[in-house]
T-cell receptor, first 117, second 115 residues
């Protein structure tokens, strides 16, 4: 398996622009997680999906952020409009849940480094 | 509420020495899992080792072992014979029914191995 795939790997955009981050989870995994990592705040869970349904979005910073999972093999995280303080590394992770060899282990993608100028 | 505490923001160790990274956790669940992840400077998150709360023996994976002390609620990572490539950020995390399927992460410890 190719692992969790994220695109783009790097994104530089201007304040006010829309940004869309993409994630393809590992086939067969039923849970998907979006994290944001900054020096100041560390690793924060933004939202997670179980069987394509959003379960907990309490970590989403504000209405400018939205996430979708239209099917089991694809998810997006959108920021509109983007602001400089959104600059961070965004990770997507997937998990086989309790049925995995290691229950609830999360497999991380390589991350998207977002810079908003 | 669940919480992971890593009290060492940074550690410096000489190559070939053993190093212990501290992790304490808080949960009211009886069944839970403890994880350690490594994040090198390249940025990816790499799973290292797992310990289930009902596992009687400490988990080991090569040079990594987890010193699990349930009564103290600690799950320290021990790296034996450290190598320059071990320099990285290390995160402790926990899963539990209370947290649904989420992993709760600590703030991390930055480990630097000196030659």
């Amino acid at each position: 398996d190719a692992g969790v795939i994220q695109s783009p790997r790097h994104e530089v955009t201007e304040m006010g622009q829309e940004v869309t981050l993409r994630c393809k989870p590992i086939s067969g995994h039923n849970s998907l997680f979006w994290y944001r990592q900054t020096m100041m705040r560390g690793l924060e869970l933004l939202i997670y999906f179980n069987n394509n349904v959003p379960i907990d979005d309490s970590g989403m910073p504000e209405d400018r952020f939205s996430a979708k999972m239209p099917n089991a093999s694809f998810s997006t995280l959108k920021i509109q409009p983007s602001e400089p303080r959104d600059s961070a590394v965004y990770f997507c992770a997937s998990s086989p849940g309790g049925a995995g060899l290691i229950p609830y282990e999360q497999y991380f993608g390589p991350g998207t480094r977002l810079t908003v100028t | 509420a669940q919480k992971i505490t890593q009290t060492q923001p940074g550690m410096f160790v000489q190559e070939k020495e053993a190093v212990t990274l501290d992790c304490t956790y808080d949960t009211s669940d009886q069944s839970y899992g403890l994880f350690w992840y490594k994040q090198p400077s390249s940025g990816e998150m790499i799973f290292l080792i797992y310990q289930g709360s009902y596992d009687e023996q400490n988990a080991t994976e090569g040079r990594y072992s987890l010193n699990f002390q349930k009564a103290r609620k600690s799950a320290n990572l021990v790296i034996s014979a450290s190598q320059l490539g071990d320099s990285a950020m290390y995160f402790c995390a926990m899963s539990s029914p209370q947290g649904a399927q989420k992993l709760v992460f600590g703030q991390g410890t930055r480990l630097t191995i000196n030659p």
